[in-house]
């Protein structure tokens, strides 16, 4: 089988499960505890903070760790915005249509039941907003911004520079970075706040960290012993801690090679199809997009079927969400770049990760061949 759905989760690198094993045997103390054993864990729970702060260009004390990237964006959004609406009446959050669920559901949630307003500004048919219309959307009493870096269903990189510009310190902006962690640069991006989920570059599930300025005022989602600095009690996962510093460690040592590299793979395969299967359309930006991401629709099949075909033979890949995956709904994301709900229902995302290899050619050819199988109903 060849693993083409790196967007969803990568396999645990080698360096980073030696990395970590330590603190899950020998090492196993709670970071907390008062004694040696758990001084020796809290030294490499301050240790992996301090390295995953240099790679997005913060300093150790901005680095709260979660449970995930879902957590992370929680704790940003409800965190930054309910603070802000106790001490300075903010009930206003900007964001785009096109977010990670955990996104969206968050605003949604702080609308609900917080009273909040969101503004969704709209992005064009390549899955890009308009820094401008982001600024034009800031209101006196807007909390938060909240903007993902990087589509995970289309690879759409967003102008960052643009939006930090745009809006000009006049919210905290949140970037949701994961999909951007190992491709795109992550220090001196200008934003306030990034989240970063390990499993997406080589660290195991279950670990991710909110970077955000200390000075941004936090309410905590879970409450309990006060760990990170009162802002997300419950133990820390040392061991997780310790291998998403080395995954984000290696994985910036290597991305201005590796994004050259599988970008290339990644032109070749969008070129192939769509020059072989007329029915094919690229979604996303054909430049501004994530070096290992090609994403299309292919009018007239069915994308989950298209799956099926392909795993069939031998290659496994999505129609966009690993969350949406098996459902029958058309993509958010495909519906706001204004793609017909029929046709956004034949989405297939192919994602690779840095150590892609092989031809090209073989994939086209399945894809190929998948795509005429559904079409004749073979
Ligand atoms: N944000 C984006 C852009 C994602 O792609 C994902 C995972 O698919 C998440 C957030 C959620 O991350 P996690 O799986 O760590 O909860």
Redo the contacts with the bound molecule.
Sequence with gaps: MRYLDN???TPVRREVLEAMTPYLTSHFGNPSSHHTIGEQAARALADARARIAAVLGMRSTDIVFT???????NLAIKGVAIAAQQRRGARHIVTTPIE?E??LASIDYLVRIHGFDASLVPVDATGRVDPTAVADALRDDTAIVSI?Y???EIGTVQDVAGLVRAVGGRAPLHL?A??AAGWLPLAATGADAV?I????IGAP?GI?VLGIRARIPLEPVLHGGGQERERRSGTENVAGAVGLARALELAESERASGAARVAAMRDELITGVLERIPVARLTGHPMHRLPGTASFTFAGVNGETVLLELERRGLVTSSG???AAGSDEASHVLLALGVPPDQARTAVRVTFGHDAEGSVAPIVDAIEAAVAAVRSGV
């Design positions: 967007a969803a989760t449970s995930g990237a879902t957590e992370a964006n990670h955990s996104v993902g990087a589509n995970n949701d994961v999909q989240s989920a390990g499993h997406k599930k991710g969400s690993a969350c």
